[in-house]
C-alpha cells in the first residue's frame, strides 16, 4: 500500500456506515484480508476511529488546524503505525500492522496514518463535506480550481437531476 491508499482507507471508513459488520466488511470491500476477518469487536473499535477521523476532517472543512493538529495526533497515538514489509509472489508492500492483528489494529493505523499523510501533503485547504443535503460524506479536493462541491459523481448527479427536474415542471 502506499499513502494515498492509506487516505482512501481513512475516507471510506470516515464515511462509512457503521451499523453492523456487513457494512463494516462494504466499506472495507478492497481489502479482503480485512473485511472477512471482521467481527463485532473489530466493529466497535472502529467507530470510534470513525468519529475522530471525522472530527478532524470537520476542523479541516473549518481551516482549524490547532484541532486537526490534536486529533490526528491523538488517532496516530491511539493506533500506531507499525510497519512491517510483506512479500509474496514477486510482489513487495507494507501493512502498517503485524499480520496476526486484528482488522481494526491495521485498519485504524493506516486511516491515522493516511490522514496526517494527506494532511502533510494538502494542509486543510482542499477538504469539504459534500453539498448535497442528505449527505454529510467528506472528500479531499484536488480539482486545480479547488471547485469541488460534492463526495461523489453519484451525488452530483442527484442534486443536479434534482434541481432540473424542479426548474423543468410544468407549473
Known amino acids: ?40 469487536t473489530d466493529l466497535v473499535t472502529l467507530r470510534a476511529v470513525q468519529a ?59 486511516a491515522g496514518w493516511g490522514l496526517a499523510q494527506a494532511f502533510v501533503h494538502h494542509g486543510t485547504t482542499r477538504w469539504g463535506t459534500c453539498a448535497a443535503d442528505d449527505c454529510t460524506n467528506h472528500f479531499l479536493d484536488l480539482s486545480t480550481n479547488r471547485a469541488k462541491r460534492f463526495c461523489s459523481p453519484r451525488c452530483a448527479n442527484r442534486v443536479h437531476v434534482a434541481a432540473f427536474r424542479s426548474r423543468t415542471r410544468p407549473e
Open 52 to 110: 475522530e477521523l471525522n472530527h478532524a476532517l470537520d476542523a479541516a472543512v473549518a481551516d482549524d488546524e490547532a484541532e486537526v493538529l490534536a486529533t490526528v495526533n491523538r488517532l496516530l497515538a491511539a493506533n500506531p503505525p507499525r510497519p512491517r514489509l510483506s512479500g509474496h509472489s514477486g510482489t513487495w508492500h507494507i501493512h502498517v500492522a503485524s499480520p496476526d492483528a486484528p482488522p481494526a489494529t491495521e485498519v485504524a493505523a493506516a
Open 1 to 40: 500500500m502506499d499513502n494515498a491508499t492509506y487516505l482512501d482507507i481513512a475516507l471510506r471508513l470516515a464515511n462509512a456506515d457503521l451499523t453492523d459488520i456487513p457494512a463494516l466488511r462494504a466499506a472495507l470491500h478492497d481489502e479482503p484480508w480485512w473485511s472477512e476477518r471482521c467481527d463485532e
